[in-house]
C-alpha cells in the first residue's frame, strides 16, 4: 500500500469511526471504488489504534475519574456483548462482512433506523441517569457494528437515544465505551500488524495511524458541538447517497 493510500484510509478511519457513517464500511468500499488493491482486516485494526489513541487523548480528564468510579463498570458491561460477538465472527468478519453489496444494504437499512430512532425517541435524560440495563443494552446493540456498514458509533449512539438519552450523552457515552472493543481488537491482531509493518510498510502504517488519531480527534470535537443544535438527518442522507453509490457502481461493473 501507497502512503497517500494509507494517509487518507487514516482520513476515512479518523472521520468514520465517530460520525454514524460506518468506518469499516468506507475502509473497504473506498478502495473497491477506486479500484485499489484489496488490504487486511489487520490493517484496518491499525488504523481503528490511531481513533483509540483519540478517544484516550480528547476524553483523558474524563478517564482519570472514571478509572476511579462506578462509571468504569458501565463501560465495561457494555464492551461484553461486542467482544464476545467480535470474536465469535471474526473469521466472517475478515471475508463474508466485507462484501460491497452486503455494505450498501446495511448503510441503507441503518440509515433508516437512525432517522427513525432519532425522530421519535424523547431524549431526555443525562448520563447521570445510566444503569447496568441500559450498559448492556447499548452493549448488545454496539455487537451488530462487527457487520460493516452499521455504524458502531451510529448503533449505539441511537441505542442511547432508543433508551431516551440526548443526542449528546448518547454520543460521549457511544466515544468511551468505543475504546475497550478497540483495544481489544488492536492486542488480537498485534502479531498480523507487526508482519505488515516488518513487510516494508512500517512508514504507510505509522502515516495511516497518525492521520487517524489526528483526524479522529477532529471528529469527535465536531460530533459532540454539532449534536447540541442539529439531529441525524444530515448523515442519514449521506448514507443513502453513499449506498446508492455502491449499489450503482456494483451492477455496472457486472
Same mark, same amino acid.
Not at 491482531?189 to 504507510?204: E, P
Given at each position: $500500500? ?9 482520513? &476515512? ?12 464500511? !468506507? =475502509? ?10 484489496? !488490504?487486511?482486516?489487520?490493517?484496518? %485494526?491499525?488504523? !481503528? ?6 478517544? &484516550? ?14 462509571? =468504569? ?27 460491497? =453489496?452486503?455494505?450498501?444494504?446495511? $448503510?441503507?437499512?441503518?440509515? %433508516? &433506523? ?22 448492556? &443494552? ?18 449505539? $449512539?441511537?441505542?442511547? $437515544? ?67 443544535? !442539529? ?5 442519514? %442522507? ?17
Amino acid at each position: $500500500m501507497s502512503l497517500i493510500q494509507s494517509i487518507i484510509l487514516g482520513i &476515512v478511519q479518523g472521520v468514520g469511526e465517530f460520525l454514524p457513517i460506518s468506518s469499516s464500511a !468506507h =475502509l473497504i468500499a473506498v478502495p473497491w471504488l477506486l479500484g485499489w488493491q484489496e !488490504h487486511s482486516l489487520a490493517f484496518d %485494526v491499525a488504523l !481503528h489504534a490511531g481513533t483509540l489513541l483519540a478517544v &484516550v487523548a480528547y476524553f483523558w480528564k474524563d478517564w482519570l475519574g472514571i478509572i476511579k468510579s462506578k462509571f =468504569l463498570w458501565y463501560i465495561v458491561v457494555a464492551s461484553i456483548p461486542g467482544a464476545i460477538i467480535g470474536k465469535l465472527l471474526e473469521a466472517k468478519a475478515e471475508a463474508a462482512f466485507r462484501s460491497p =453489496l452486503l455494505i450498501a444494504c446495511m $448503510m441503507s437499512v441503518f440509515a %433508516v &433506523v437512525f432517522y427513525l430512532v432519532d425522530r421519535f425517541s424523547w431524549k431526555t435524560r443525562d448520563l447521570k441517569t445510566l444503569s447496568y440495563f441500559d450498559s448492556l &443494552v447499548i452493549g448488545i446493540s454496539q455487537a451488530f457494528a462487527i457487520i460493516p456498514g452499521v455504524s458502531r458509533s451510529g448503533i449505539t $449512539m441511537a441505542g442511547g $437515544m432508543g433508551l431516551r438519552f440526548n443526542r449528546e450523552a448518547a454520543a460521549r457515552f457511544s466515544f468511551l465505551i468505543s475504546a475497550p472493543i478497540i483495544f481489544g481488537a488492536v492486542v488480537l491482531k498485534l502479531k498480523d500488524i507487526s508482519a505488515i509493518a516488518s513487510g516494508g510498510n512500517g512508514l504507510s502504517l505509522l502515516a495511516g495511524f497518525l492521520v487517524s488519531a489526528a483526524t479522529g480527534l477532529m471528529s469527535i470535537h465536531f460530533l459532540l458541538s454539532y449534536l447540541k443544535k !442539529h439531529s441525524f438527518t444530515a448523515f442519514v %442522507v449521506y448514507r443513502l447517497i453513499f449506498s446508492l453509490v455502491i449499489f450503482s457502481v456494483f451492477f455496472l461493473r457486472k
